[in-house]
């Protein structure tokens, strides 16, 4: 074999180093209810020693998992890099699942122990009986008034650490992150990240053809680092040195908006509610956002109309499209040079598809058959993806096979058309889980609640458009004969309030005589959502 380049492991290793050694003076700042935290990446980096040392003291030996449960923080940046770069693995836990769903993950990952946010403690104290592995529980203040209990103090953990820590040479395919995926009735499924795919997607999030991340940039992660990394951009905007926003325990619109205009943000990045919820301040002319030069949108379809609007305002939103099954970034919705001279209702149609496939990323759509679909902007199918930072495999979980094909894409689930030019367009979900505000909400979960109500003889549940939150659960419901016309809207929503967080419970509700069910007698979805998505707005 010829000889040809350096063996050199793609690993955070290098993600930090390059950060920290030639951006020692750029800044990290946290905002959220509390007083703005501020420090530079040199004090990250002394930190990030520190806890790593205090981490391995503990006892923690490589490949166990250490979880988080919290929100975007300075704190969260610096086990995003200490965990993973001595070889263990960081587990980021959704603070917004269901308390049996959280038990469930954290055992079926075996975390040791769990590093939360002191205002998010009463929920895990509640949940530590149910947890087999969980050792300690280590808390974050932010400054809330919990009592603390027999947990250790992060600051406290920290301190007890050396000032420098031997960072091992790593395998790349090391398992650096997992995250779990949520939303469907059946057990989350988790998903590992190795050093690898963390390293390239970096790279990737950096192209100019994709989010462009780059030193000069001032970004703001919105996107939760408890779910898909915040789209990876903690990783690669330490790679390229640019300056960190992260909006701590506040993703309320004026907050985020107050720390853009206070910190001169380039990059914000976000699910389509946040820029939904912003834009009537922005309209009102309250905010100063001049330094911004793009607004990543992602996590369901950015309506339109959003980016429109955004457009008139002088700020340019770019489409996003991901899963946690791809670290996440999957396609991005760069301003094509063909599409230049087009008009501009045209332009604004390919910006709000969810874009190209980034380099790195390879994309196909298959018919029922399997075969692949013309790129005619018409023909769906489901979309199909392979590339280094998209998972294998699901983590230890015997129902892998069924989302690969059997030459290894990955079957995103997506329904979607691709256009001639390579633009996706996302029709459509295999699934009919409902998308609200970024987070998902089973259907089937609500539907089986719903007919467990006395009164209740079917119910279904769908998604339907809500400006704010990208979609909203509507409920249609056809009660038992005796209690036709006698049961309310407002007795199933206290009853199911029982089981559900408030953000679950359907907006709308609808009774009807039948529902529409398709031969093979399953609620026929798509015929509700062509026949009643209208009706509730
Ligand atoms: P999650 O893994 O929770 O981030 O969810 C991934 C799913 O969210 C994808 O399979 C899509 O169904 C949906 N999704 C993500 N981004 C977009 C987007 N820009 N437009 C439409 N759907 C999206």
């Given at each position: 074999?010829?000889g040809t380049t350096m063996d050199f492991p793609l690993t955070l290793q290098h993600v930090f180093e390059r950060g920290t050694q030639l951006f020692p003076n750029r800044e990290i700042v946290t905002g959220g209810l509390g007083p703005r935290h501020r420090y530079t990446y040199r004090e990250m980096g002394q930190?990030?020693?520190?806890?790593?040392?205090?981490?391995?003291?503990?006892?923690?030996?490589?490949?166990?998992?250490?979880?988080?449960?919290?929100?975007?923080?300075?704190?969260?940046?610096?086990?995003?890099?200490?965990?993973?770069?001595?070889?263990?693995?960081?587990?980021?836990?959704?603070?917004?699942?269901?308390?049996?769903?959280?038990?469930?993950?954290?055992?079926?990952?075996?975390?040791?122990?769990?590093?939360?946010?002191?205002?998010?403690?009463?929920?895990?104290?509640?949940?530590?009986?149910?947890?087999?592995?969980?050792?300690?529980?280590?808390?974050?203040?932010?400054?809330?008034?919990?009592?603390?209990?027999?947990?250790?103090?992060?600051?406290?953990?920290?301190?007890?650490?050396?000032?420098?820590?031997?960072?091992?040479?790593?395998?790349?395919?090391?398992?650096?992150?997992?995250?779990?995926?949520?939303?469907?009735?059946?057990?989350?499924?988790?998903?590992?990240?190795?050093?690898?795919?963390?390293?390239?997607?970096?790279?990737?999030?950096?192209?100019?053809?994709?989010?462009?991340?780059?030193?000069?940039?001032?970004?703001?992660?919105?996107?939760?680092?408890?779910?898909?990394?915040?789209?990876?951009?903690?990783?690669?905007?330490?790679?390229?040195?640019?300056?960190?926003?992260?909006?701590?325990?506040?993703?309320?619109?004026?907050?985020?908006?107050?720390?853009?205009?206070?910190?001169?943000?380039?990059?914000?990045?976000?699910?389509?509610?946040?820029?939904?919820?912003?834009?009537?301040?922005?309209?009102?002319?309250?905010?100063?956002?001049?330094?911004?030069?793009?607004?990543?949108?992602?996590?369901?379809?950015?309506?339109?109309?959003?980016?429109?609007?955004?457009?008139?305002?002088?700020?340019?939103?770019?489409?996003?499209?991901?899963?946690?099954?791809?670290?996440?970034?999957?396609?991005?919705?760069?301003?094509?040079?063909?599409?230049?001279?087009?008009?501009?209702?045209?332009?604004?149609?390919?910006?709000?598809?969810?874009?190209?496939?980034?380099?790195?990323?390879?994309?196909?759509?298959?018919?029922?058959?399997?075969?692949?679909?013309?790129?005619?902007?018409?023909?769906?199918?489901?979309?199909?993806?392979?590339?280094?930072?998209?998972?294998?495999?699901?983590?230890?979980?015997?129902?892998?096979?069924?989302?690969?094909?059997?030459?290894?894409?990955?079957?995103?689930?997506?329904?979607?058309?691709?256009?001639?030019?390579?633009?996706?367009?996302?029709?459509?979900?295999?699934?009919?889980?409902?998308?609200?505000?970024?987070?998902?909400?089973?259907?089937?979960?609500?539907?089986?609640?719903?007919?467990?109500?006395?009164?209740?003889?079917?119910?279904?549940?769908?998604?339907?458009?809500?400006?704010?939150?990208?979609?909203?659960?509507?409920?249609?419901?056809?009660?038992?004969?005796?209690?036709?016309?006698?049961?309310?809207?407002?007795?199933?929503?206290?009853?199911?309030?029982?089981?559900?967080?408030?953000?679950?419970?359907?907006?709308?509700?609808?009774?009807?005589?039948?529902?529409?069910?398709?031969?093979?007698?399953?609620?026929?979805?798509?015929?509700?959502?062509?026949?009643?998505?209208?009706?509730?707005?």
């Amino acid at each position: 074999m010829l000889g040809t380049t350096m063996d050199f492991p793609l690993t955070l290793q290098h993600v930090f180093e390059r950060g920290t050694q030639l951006f020692p003076n750029r800044e990290i700042v946290t905002g959220g209810l509390g007083p703005r935290h501020r420090y530079t990446y040199r004090e990250m980096g002394q930190r990030v020693h520190r806890l790593a040392s205090a981490f391995q003291r503990l006892g923690l030996q490589p490949g166990e998992r250490v979880a988080t449960f919290g929100w975007n923080h300075y704190r969260h940046l610096e086990m995003y890099f200490a965990i993973p770069m001595q070889g263990a693995v960081l587990h980021t836990l959704n603070i917004r699942l269901f308390h049996d769903q959280l038990t469930y993950i954290v055992n079926h990952a075996a975390d040791r122990f769990i590093v939360v946010d002191r205002s998010l403690l009463p929920v895990l104290q509640k949940l530590a009986p149910t947890f087999d592995t969980v050792e300690k529980l280590i808390v974050v203040d932010d400054g809330a008034d919990c009592e603390v209990g027999d947990a250790l103090d992060y600051e406290e953990l920290l301190a007890s650490g050396a000032e420098h820590f031997d960072f091992p040479r790593l395998d790349e395919n090391t398992a650096a992150m997992m995250c779990y995926t949520s939303g469907t009735t059946d057990n989350p499924k988790g998903v590992a990240y190795s050093h690898r795919a963390l390293t390239l997607h970096s790279f990737g999030a950096s192209l100019a053809d994709s989010l462009g991340v780059s030193q000069r940039d001032t970004v703001l992660a919105v996107v939760p680092m408890f779910h898909a990394n915040a789209w990876g951009l903690p990783y690669a905007s330490t790679l390229v040195g640019a300056k960190q926003v992260f909006p701590g325990n506040s993703m309320a619109a004026e907050r985020v908006l107050e720390l853009m205009q206070d910190e001169g943000v380039t990059l914000g990045a976000g699910v389509p509610t946040i820029w939904i919820g912003a834009l009537p301040l922005l309209q009102a002319g309250k905010y100063d956002l001049s330094t911004v030069t793009r607004i990543a949108c992602g996590g369901s379809a950015a309506p339109r109309g959003l980016i429109d609007a955004y457009d008139k305002l002088g700020l340019n939103i770019v489409h996003a499209w991901g899963m946690t099954e791809m670290s996440p970034l999957g396609s991005v919705s760069v301003p094509l040079v063909e599409l230049d001279a087009a008009d501009p209702a045209v332009r604004l149609d390919f910006k709000a598809c969810q874009g190209m496939a980034v380099p790195g990323v390879e994309a196909r759509v298959l018919d029922g058959d399997g075969q692949q679909v013309a790129w005619d902007g018409q023909t769906m199918g489901e979309l199909i993806v392979r590339g280094p930072w998209v998972t294998a495999t699901y983590y230890n979980d015997d129902r892998s096979a069924a989302s690969f094909t059997s030459d290894g894409w990955f079957r995103t689930g997506d329904i979607v058309v691709m256009h001639p030019n390579g633009f996706i367009e996302i029709a459509d979900r295999t699934k009919d889980v409902i998308k609200s505000g970024g987070e998902w909400i089973s259907s089937v979960a609500l539907e089986n609640a719903l007919m467990a109500h006395p009164k209740v003889q079917e119910a279904a549940v769908i998604g339907v458009p809500d400006e704010r939150w990208s979609e909203r659960p509507m409920a249609c419901v056809v009660p038992r004969p005796e209690f036709k016309g006698t049961v309310t809207e407002e007795e199933l929503s206290t009853f199911l309030a029982q089981q559900f967080a408030k953000w679950w419970l359907p907006e709308h509700y609808l009774f009807l005589v039948e529902l529409p069910k398709t031969s093979v007698g399953k609620f026929d979805k798509k015929a509700m959502r062509a026949q009643y998505a209208q009706v509730s707005i």
